[in-house]
């Protein structure tokens, strides 16, 4: 199975700040990487597709790039709606995984 | 707008069968195109991937499931079922059921609200 491995596990931000979470693959998994976002008590919600693709009604304050192993999910000018847990997730082979989340708490 | 929503008991026995029901709206199962898959989320972990299944019965286990796992469809119903034998308390979560959109960019597109399944006697 392919490694998904996200960084910093946890992240406390202002609002108004701009943050960056990182995620990577152990093995190369070209841009099959999406990103969800998850709020308490609430299911997984489908932000970027494709690496950088925004889905559709995302707010273009989302932004992700990388391909092959390194990943990077971009938040600006955070609003107190976006402070949840981020899971980046490949499609590159099954079975699919996720990686174990960032926490991005209001500082 | 596509909707799913998932059905079942929150509370299964020991060595039982969870047995869960997605409903999808808004969109019919047999137009083909996209994967029906399960997810479940351990009390306050992350993601796991169980599986999908095909409008026409195709299906995909996760192998650390498979053996204890069955996915099947019902199109007239525009349901899809999880059957997970042999249940322990390990099993415990939370369930969700998802669209996998492969030509939609890929990746799940639309979420149940997830339903938890205790494993308790």
């Known amino acids: 199975d392919i490694q998904m491995t996200q960084s910093p596990s946890s992240l406390s931000a202002s609002i108004g700040d701009r943050v960056t979470i990182t995620c990577r693959a152990s093995?190369?998994?070209?841009?099959?990487l999406a990103w969800f976002q998850q709020k308490p008590g609430k299911a997984p919600k489908s932000l970027i597709y494709?690496?950088?693709g925004l889905r559709s009604g995302v707010p273009s304050k989302f932004s992700g790039s990388g391909s092959g192993t390194q990943f990077t999910l971009t938040i600006s000018s955070l609003q107190p709606e976006d402070f949840a847990t981020y899971y980046c997730?490949?499609?590159?082979?099954?079975?699919?995984?996720f990686g174990q989340g960032t926490k991005l708490e209001m500082k | 707008q596509v909707q799913l929503q998932e059905s079942g008991p929150g509370l299964v026995k020991p060595s039982q069968t969870l047995s869960l029901t997605c409903t999808v709206s808004?969109?019919?199962?047999?137009?083909?195109?996209?994967?029906w898959s399960w997810i479940r989320q351990h009390p306050g972990k992350g993601l796991e991937y169980i599986g999908y299944?095909?409008?026409?019965?195709?299906?995909y286990y996760n192998p650390s499931l498979r053996s204890r796992i069955t996915l099947s469809v019902d199109t007239s119903k525009n349901q899809f079922s999880l059957k997970l034998n042999s249940v322990t308390a390990a099993d415990t979560a939370v369930y969700y059921c998802?669209?996998?959109?492969?030509?939609?960019?890929?990746?799940?597109?639309?979420w149940g609200q997830g339903i938890l399944v205790t494993v308790a006697s």
């Open positions: 494709a690496a950088s």
């Open positions: 998802a669209r996998d959109a492969p030509s939609d960019g890929g990746s799940f597109d639309y």
């Open positions: 299944i095909y409008y026409s019965g195709t299906t």
């Open positions: 093995q190369g998994i070209s841009d099959y």
């Open positions: 808004g969109g019919s199962i047999s137009s083909g195109g996209y994967y």
């Open positions: 997730q490949q499609y590159n082979s099954y079975p699919y995984t």
